[in-house]
C-alpha cells in the first residue's frame, strides 16, 4: 500500500476516535446543563440544537447509505477494486454510522426523536448521481460532494448552536469530514492525472503530478455556502 495513503488512513482513524471521546464527554456535560435550565430561552435553543443534531444525522445516514452503496460497485468493493480503495470506503462508512449513533444519541436524550432516515435533500442528489456512476472518479466525485456538505453543515453550527458543548462536538466531527474530503480530492487529482497507480504503490516523488501536493486543502478558511439549514433534517 502506498505509504502515504496508508499514513492518511491511520490519520483519519486517530482524528475520528479523538473526535468521538471529545463528544461522548461534552455531550453529557451538554445534556446535563440542557435539562437543568427552566428558562424559556433555554428550551427554544434547546429545541433548535435538536434541529440541527437531527439534520447532522441524516446527513451522516445518507453518507452511510451512499458507501454501502459504492461497496457495491466493481471498482471500489468488488474484484476490480484497489484495496486502499476499499479500506478506505469501509472505515469512512464505519465513521460515519459512528457519528449519526452520537448525534442521535444526544436527540434522544434531550427528548428529541431521532433521524433515522437519510438527508432528504442529499438522498435525492445521490438516487439523480447513481445511475451515472460508471467509474471509480464518478464515485469518489460523489463522496466528495457529501464529506464537504456534512463538513460546511457542521463548521455553519458551530456558530449557530447555543453552549459550547455542542460546538465542540460540531467542531471535532466537521474536522473529520474535512479529512475525508482532502484524502478524497487527491485521489481525484491521481485518477484525473491517469496516474491511478500511484493510489496502489510507493511512487518516486518525481513521479507525483504537481496537484497532488495540494489538491486536499483548496480553501485557507472552510466555506459554509453549501451548508444544509438547521432544520433540512428535522423530525418531529
Known amino acids: 500500500m502506498h505509504n502515504r495513503f496508508r499514513q492518511l488512513l491511520r490519520d483519519s482513524d486517530d482524528l475520528h476516535s479523538d473526535a468521538m471521546r471529545a463528544a461522548r464527554v461534552g455531550?453529557?456535560?451538554?445534556?446535563?446543563?440542557?435539562?437543568?435550565?427552566?428558562?424559556?430561552?433555554a428550551g427554544i435553543?434547546?429545541?433548535?440544537?435538536?434541529?440541527?443534531?437531527?439534520?447532522?444525522?441524516?446527513?451522516?445516514?445518507?453518507?452511510?447509505?451512499?458507501?454501502?452503496?459504492?461497496?457495491?460497485?466493481?471498482?471500489?468493493?468488488?474484484?476490480?477494486?484497489?484495496?486502499?480503495?476499499?479500506?478506505?470506503?469501509?472505515?469512512?462508512?464505519?465513521q460515519h454510522s459512528e457519528h449519526a449513533t452520537a448525534f442521535n444519541a444526544a436527540v434522544q436524550r434531550l427528548g428529541g426523536k431521532p433521524q433515522t432516515g437519510p438527508d432528504p435533500k442529499y438522498a435525492e442528489v445521490v438516487k439523480q448521481a447513481v445511475p451515472n456512476i460508471k467509474t471509480p472518479l464518478?464515485?469518489?466525485?460523489?463522496?466528495?460532494?457529501?464529506?464537504?456538505?456534512?463538513?460546511?453543515t457542521y463548521v455553519k453550527d458551530i456558530g449557530l448552536v447555543s453552549t459550547a458543548e455542542l460546538r465542540q462536538l460540531f467542531a471535532s466531527v466537521a474536522g473529520v469530514e474535512s479529512q475525508h474530503k482532502a484524502i478524497?480530492?487527491?485521489?481525484?487529482?491521481?485518477?484525473?492525472?491517469?496516474?491511478?497507480?500511484?493510489?496502489a504503490r510507493p511512487p518516486e516523488i518525481a513521479q507525483l503530478?504537481?496537484?497532488?501536493?495540494?489538491?486536499?486543502?483548496p480553501d485557507a478558511f472552510?466555506?459554509?455556502?453549501?451548508?444544509?439549514?438547521?432544520e433540512e433534517g428535522a423530525v418531529k
Open 27 to 41: 455531550l453529557n456535560d451538554y445534556v446535563e446543563a440542557a435539562r437543568g435550565s427552566v428558562a424559556a430561552t
Open 45 to 94: 435553543a434547546a429545541g433548535d440544537d435538536v434541529a440541527a443534531l437531527q439534520t447532522a444525522a441524516g446527513l451522516e445516514n445518507v453518507a452511510v447509505q451512499t458507501y454501502q452503496l459504492a461497496l457495491t460497485l466493481p471498482f471500489i468493493g468488488g474484484p476490480l477494486a484497489k484495496p486502499e480503495i476499499k479500506t478506505f470506503t469501509e472505515r469512512t462508512m464505519a
Open 138 to 152: 464518478d464515485a469518489v466525485g460523489l463522496a466528495i460532494t457529501l464529506e464537504d456538505v456534512a463538513a460546511q
Open 184 to 199: 478524497l480530492l487527491t485521489v481525484q487529482a491521481l485518477l484525473k492525472a491517469n496516474e491511478p497507480q500511484l493510489i
Open 209 to 217: 503530478p504537481a496537484a497532488a501536493g495540494s489538491a486536499g486543502f
Open 222 to 230: 472552510y466555506p459554509t455556502a453549501m451548508a444544509a439549514p438547521v
